[in-house]
């Protein structure tokens, strides 16, 4: 009878033993996960050599897309070469150059003066979005407010008012289309403005909760609030205007003079030598790169899989970089090539954790980054850019919602933990 009983109990004991494992809840030493990414990005950082050697790079390489692209934009036919040259031009000055440069990837000098001012501006970068108003949108409140209420660029709470309709879901579809091949000028560039106006007099008290579009905007103004008609005026004359007169103006009627000194033919506008096929040129490439840019940059912390957050938490804890993993979604990445396709955007997790690294740091800090959160059981979510595109309307249009973390992420292990790799 003892030695059956002895061998019972010892077979039973593997299966009680999975019991008491499973019923306990999961442990995170988010000490030790904050010192682990520290120790990744310091042993992962290149040198001052190899990180301007990498800038000078991708310079080059996007100020070559820019000439090839003029050179095909005037030649006086609509060409789709020329859209797409110019259309990635625009794409790397933005979320490659002055993204990296504005968070100081490349050094505080740099960032004090990249874009800075009207001729830093048309030299640097010069888009639909403000450099300053971007400053405050992008770097300050959604880096530190990542998936809150208050994240300016928190999707699920933007397009709440799309969610909450009872369109066909193909018109919820089309609207998100308008929305790709727009987004820049016709909501970012106002809803970055915003926030530069924010202190002043008459601003509406619940300006965090209003998304920002360009007839938000005008329509504010067309009911005489002085508020909407200062914002107004700024966005129209400062922000929109000089692209606008550089891209679809200045650019044709450089091309008509140039064809009408040749003795091309040549179509005119106000009587002067104006080339149309340019203006569509320029047209086709501002379509490349919102669509383009929409697809590698709103949908970074977008999606079913990805974590919102009640309640803010202290800059570079623990609880930060636990955020910036929960809340973000990274692409394929770590060869040039495939990261400049993704604007070096590819890295959310490990950017949202260090905003100030540049792209080469970045790419280096990946394979160590993924491995400390597979060591402490964070689920590191990437996945090819297409596929984010499509979570990120299931989000945009109420198809699927994002969850929810109330207080500490890191004191709630058990809502999101993955077994921790051995």
Partial sequence: VWFCKSHFAQALQPFTMAIDTADAPPSF????????????????????????????????????????????????????????????????????????SLHGGWGLSRRGTYAQGSYRRLIDWLDWIFPQAWIVEHNKCHHYRLNED???????????????????????????????????????ASNTL???????????????????????????????????????????????????????LALPMAAGALHWLLGSSVGTLGGMPFCWAALLNSLGAELVTNSHAFITIVTNHAGADLWGFEGNCATDSPEFYLRAVLGSAAYQAGTNAIDYFH???????????????????????????????????????????????????????????????????????????KAPRS
């Avoid at 609509?78 to 990635?88: D, F, H, T, W």
């Avoid at 208050?150 to 709440?160: A, G, I, R, Y």
């Avoid at 402490?376 to 249009?397: A, C, F, L, N, S």
């Fill in 194 to 248: 915003k926030l530069l106006h924010a202190e002043k007099k008459n601003a509406p008290k619940d300006l965090d909760g209003i998304m920002m579009t360009l007839t938000t905007a005008l329509g504010g103004a067309a009911t005489g609030d002085s508020w909407y008609r200062v914002l107004s005026a700024d966005l129209i004359l400062r922000v929109l205007g000089p692209p606008a007169l550089v891209h679809m």
């Fill in 150 to 188: 208050s994240d300016p660029d928190f999707v699920q709470n933007n397009l709440d008012f799309l969610r909450r309709q009872s369109w066909p879901m193909a018109g919820k579809y089309a609207f998100v289309a308008v929305n790709v091949a727009t987004w820049k000028w016709f909501y970012y």
């Fill in 343 to 417: 604007g070096y955007l590819n890295y959310q997790g490990e950017h949202h954790a260090f905003p100030n690294l540049s792209p080469l740091h970045y790419q280096r800090l990946h394979p160590h980054f993924k491995s400390v959160c597979a060591k402490h059981g964070v689920p590191y979510v990437q996945e090819p850019v297409w596929t984010r595109t499509k979570k990120t309307i299931d989000i945009m249009t109420g198809a699927k919602s994002q969850p929810l973390i109330k207080g500490q992420a890191c004191e709630q292990p058990a809502l999101w933990m």
């Fill in 29 to 100: 030493d988010a000490k030790q996960f904050a010192d682990d990414l520290r120790a990744a990005r310091d042993a992962s950082k290149p040198s001052e050599a190899e990180e301007q050697a990498h800038l000078s790079g991708l310079e080059l390489f996007t100020t070559l897309l820019g000439a090839l692209g003029l050179v095909f934009a005037m030649r006086g036919v609509v060409s789709p070469l020329a859209m797409l040259l110019i259309g990635y031009y625009k794409y790397g000055k933005f979320a490659i150059l002055a993204h990296h």
